[in-house]
């Protein structure tokens, strides 16, 4: 794919995400029709999620994570961290958290040079811890409500708020920059690392869930909460539950 | 009447019992830090102990920290009025079992996690919220909320929010899911296999 396919493709996907977050009211929480109206075709999409996860994904990443060295993973980690930091620069800034938006420029500037292009993370031992800021986030913040839950063929959980930030981290990465043959081996490699990583979460999900997609939906959606009130959500946050569960709101 | 000097001791008794009935219950504090010292003993010695050692040291403290009661009501949301006696029995009993089957399976090595007090907040009602988080050895932390209740005469855990996910949340979503498209039979033995499989891990 030249970069200008690639190009179209990335607008097409966030083009999709608007007109379904605008679509469907920009509804927030509540009961499933509101937060999952496409619940069918979702369940769709991660039926072949899992399936190809089942037969390829996960074999492969535990091939990788067998026969790869810890501290080679954490270093394959740290590089694509630092690759895909300036959007967390970015969104930082967008979120008016000015403080922290220099701190992250910052600890870019000192992983790339004395963390040699990534590899290694001196930044958090000195002080300049990695955040975790996306475009849909910094939505949230300014007050868009999240959309329909969204899952995409290949990319996993999502939400139509969430979708847009596929934009600028695509091409605020380098990688988005290189013609070269070798950018797929690049891109695989971080996707099949991605997936190790996330090997103990899905085990976990795995033996404790009762329904699989409407847990990796919860817990999808809440950890995006959280994240948008970066990790110290208010305690209202944990409250909606209590409606229904008192007895005025327990007959249908 | 007059009061006599005999009647002294008996004013002192009731004082005496009236104050042990004012000495608080458990705190708050102390079923969240007794249910971690338990969790800590239960990595310290898993091997040791293995599934089953863990379930029994276990199972009296899960059961006297979380309001199970409240929690299966909460979970099942609108279809717990469906139910009846016994079948809200069962379901509690089931849930129970569950949850200390969770912590027995889940906390099953030790490598130097500790557990502490961050904040303690007010929520709504009645209700509290204990922000704690688990330090791992590297210093890493996971941040665990609870929220507790009065109940009685002692304070009650209904919710666990583990780094970020609330733990009532994720599983009124997942039994609401399974009950509208499943019923009531097919949660019931979704929940035993579940038990089964943390006693069992082999059949998974």
Not at chain 1, 8 to 22: D, E, P, Q, S, Y
Request: proline share 5%.
């Amino acid at each position: 794919m030249s970069n200008q396919q690639r190009g179209v493709f990335v607008f097409k996907a966030i083009a999709l995400g608007v007109l379904l977050m605008f679509g469907s009211g920009c509804a927030t929480t509540g009961s499933d029709p509101e937060k999952d109206p496409v619940e069918p075709m979702n369940r769709g999409f991660f039926n072949v999620n899992e399936n190809l996860d089942k037969y390829l994904m996960k074999p492969v990443a535990q091939g990788y994570q067998k026969i790869t060295p810890k501290p080679v993973r954490s270093s394959v980690t740290n590089f694509f961290d630092n690759l895909f930091y300036p959007n967390v620069i970015l969104n930082d800034f967008l979120q008016a958290k000015f403080k922290q938006g220099f701190r992250d420029f910052a600890r870019l500037f000192v992983n790339t040079t004395i963390g040699i292009g990534g590899l290694f993370d001196p930044a958090t031992p000195a002080g300049l811890l990695r955040h975790q800021e996306d475009l849909g986030q910094t939505f949230a913040t300014w007050g868009m409500g999240q959309g329909p839950y969204l899952v995409i063929p290949l990319l996993g959980p999502s939400t139509a708020r969430d979708v847009t930030d596929l934009a600028p981290r695509t091409f605020l990465s380098p990688l988005f920059y290189i013609e070269s043959a070798a950018i797929y081996g690049v891109g695989a490699l971080n996707v099949i690392n991605e997936r190790a990583n996330l090997l103990e979460a899905t085990e976990i999900r795995d033996e404790a869930a009762l329904d699989s997609y409407t847990f990796t939906r919860e817990a999808f959606l809440q950890r995006r909460k959280d994240l948008i009130y970066d990790g110290n959500p208010p305690a209202e946050e944990f409250e909606d539950f209590f409606e229904e569960g008192t007895d005025a709101d327990l007959v249908e | 009447m007059k009061i006599h000097w005999f009647h002294f001791p008996l004013f002192l008794m009731c004082w005496g019992l009236q104050a042990e009935a004012a000495t608080q219950p458990l705190s708050p504090d102390t079923v969240v830090e007794r249910l971690h010292g338990t969790l800590i003993r239960v990595m310290e010695n898993a091997d040791k102990l293995g599934y089953s050692g863990r379930f029994q040291l276990l199972k009296p403290v899960v059961d006297d920290s979380f309001d199970f009661l409240e929690i299966s009501r909460i979970v099942l949301g609108r279809y717990w009025r469906r139910l009846d006696n016994n079948q809200q029995t069962e379901f509690v009993n089931i849930f129970r079992e569950l949850s200390t089957a969770t912590y027995a399976s889940r906390f099953d090595s030790y490598s130097g996690e500790s557990f502490r007090q961050v904040a303690k907040e007010p929520f709504k009602g009645e209700r509290l919220m204990l922000r704690t988080e688990l330090v791992k050895q590297n210093g890493e932390t996971v941040p665990f909320l609870y929220v507790l209740q009065p109940q009685q005469e002692k304070w009650l855990i209904i919710n666990v929010v583990a780094d970020g996910v609330s733990d009532l949340s994720l599983k009124k979503a997942e039994y609401g899911s399974v009950m509208k498209r499943e019923g009531f039979p097919h949660l019931l033995a979704k929940l035993r296999e579940k038990i089964e499989e943390y006693e069992n891990p082999n059949k998974r």
